[in-house]
């Protein structure tokens, strides 16, 4: 094994070396260094080269990632290649992750080990999301980075809570150990982690691939919100430990969804899956029925798992339905009262009417946002503010859209008067009124 002393250096294949300046963790497959290149600091990743499957078909693999460059900003791509046969191996230079950002394994533990500075002492330090907001926001650029990879025809073939750095601020995510992901169907022996892997993979009759990865997206972005195993429930509580065996039995040949409404079996346990029980009352129906899909048909059949797209409707759907209410309570819209489309706060009766896009159910109140996806036909853009909501500054408690884009809206108000809705301004809202965004697409409220 060749590890690499502090203070040498290393050939890049670019030219120049980069000097160690210290070990920043390790793992099963290499050492992660950090390094100065070119003035610049960088992490290397370093293999433990006994350990890599084919090494030279891995490294060539790699040095195609970093020529094709990264499918969107939210990789920690490979940027540069070390020069071959020095020290016994090989890595690759990549961005440092900024401080801000927090590993999802320390967000699932609910807190982070920190050395405290200046001694060898460590403490834990508290993580948890600032806001229901930024979690949701952290859901969507996973699916996105997700999305972006497999447009590109590549597999990830390793998701786990270990590959994803999060800022609990905002939701901007990262994502790391990119060095196994390989054009789709094509494979350098990695399998995934146990409780991450699809069982087809389990059960040895598949290698990791796009429709694995979804699998192991859907398994992913559950964790992020139920804090939990989506198949640990009573059944595999009862095989005492999980052996390799029951491993094969729980997550590979037999796997039931703690939630499966047809089955049963594997209900999450009081006193032991306390986070899946609680979380689980706090989403809406069409997030629960998402994963119920996810981990019922989709567990067998790779065809009916859920596409990146869909998943994004649904997470941006989820931002648009979180209610601050005056009161303090911040809450998904299905912990409110709705009746006549309007939303009640159970703890101070304050009420938000709603807008209504098909089945689709966006609450108003003063700083809502809808997005281009919501009010332009056939639209994926989730960022591209289209209108606002705005408090009445005499009448408070009144709220109106104004219109952000440059296109005009239509407003039918109940008398069935039509006002237009001309880019840059705003118009009260009220029960009955319908605006029309064009193109067919119109809200009722
Ligand atoms: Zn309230």
């Not at 059960?203 to 694995?212: F, H, L």
């Not at 590979?252 to 703690?258: D, H, L, N, R, Y």
């Not at 065809?303 to 931002?319: G, S």
Request: glycine share 8%; aromatic share 12%.
């Amino acid at each position: 094994m060749a590890e690499l002393k502090i203070g040498s250096s290393v050939k890049i294949e670019y030219g120049d070396s980069a000097k160690i300046i210290k070990e920043l963790g390790r793992g099963g497959q290499g050492i992660v260094y950090l390094v100065e290149y070119q003035g610049k600091k960088y992490a290397l990743k370093w293999y433990f080269y006994d350990k890599l499957k084919e090494p030279n078909a891995f490294r060539q693999n790699l040095r195609n990632n970093i020529e094709d460059k990264s499918p969107s900003d939210n990789f920690l791509w490979p940027q540069y290649l070390t020069e071959g046969n020095q020290h016994g191996s090989f890595g690759y230079l990549m961005n440092v992750i900024p401080s801000n950002y927090v590993g999802l394994t320390d967000i699932l533990n609910t807190y982070k080990i920190e050395k405290i500075a200046g001694t060898k002492e460590i403490r834990k330090v508290p993580v948890k999301f600032e806001s229901l907001e930024s979690v949701v926001n952290a859901a969507i650029n996973i699916i996105i980075a997700f999305r972006e990879l497999h447009r590109a025809g590549k597999s990830y073939q390793d998701l786990n809570d270990g590959g994803f750095y999060i800022d609990i601020k905002t939701g901007d995510i990262l994502v790391c150990d990119c060095d196994n992901i390989a054009p789709d169907g094509e494979n350098f022996g990695i399998g995934g982690m146990p409780g991450y892997m699809a069982p087809e993979i389990v059960r040895g009759i598949a290698k990791p691939d796009v429709q694995t990865d979804k699998y192991s997206l859907a398994v992913v972005l559950f964790k992020l919100l139920f804090r939990h195993d989506p198949l640990e429930g009573a059944k595999v509580l009862k095989s005492v430990c999980l052996h390799e065996g029951a491993d094969l039995k729980h997550y590979g040949k037999e796997p039931v969804f703690i939630y499966d409404p047809n089955n049963k079996s594997n209900r999450p346990v009081i006193g032991v899956h306390d986070n899946a029980i609680k979380l689980w009352k706090v989403y809406p129906n069409y997030i629960k029925d998402a994963f119920i899909r996810s981990f019922t048909t989709g567990i067998q059949n790779p065809n009916h798992r859920i596409i990146e797209n869909e998943w994004q409707k649904l997470f941006v759907r989820l931002r648009s339905n979180i209610i601050p209410c005056e009161c303090g309570r911040v809450r998904f819209s299905n912990a409110y009262s709705y009746k006549d489309n309007i939303y009640i706060c159970p703890a101070c009766s304050s009420k938000f009417l709603s807008m209504q896009f098909g089945d689709v159910i966006i609450p108003m109140f003063a700083g809502q946002k809808l997005y281009k996806c919501f009010t332009a036909k056939g639209n994926y853009d989730f960022n591209t503010i289209t209108a606002t909501i705005v408090e009445n500054k005499k009448h408070k408690g009144v709220m109106g859209i104004k219109n952000n884009t440059n296109e005009t809206w239509k407003c039918t108000l109940p008398t069935g008067e039509v006002k237009e809705l001309e880019p840059g301004k705003a118009r009260a809202l009220g029960r009955g009124m319908t605006i029309d965004f064009g193109k067919g697409v119109i809200a009722k409220l």
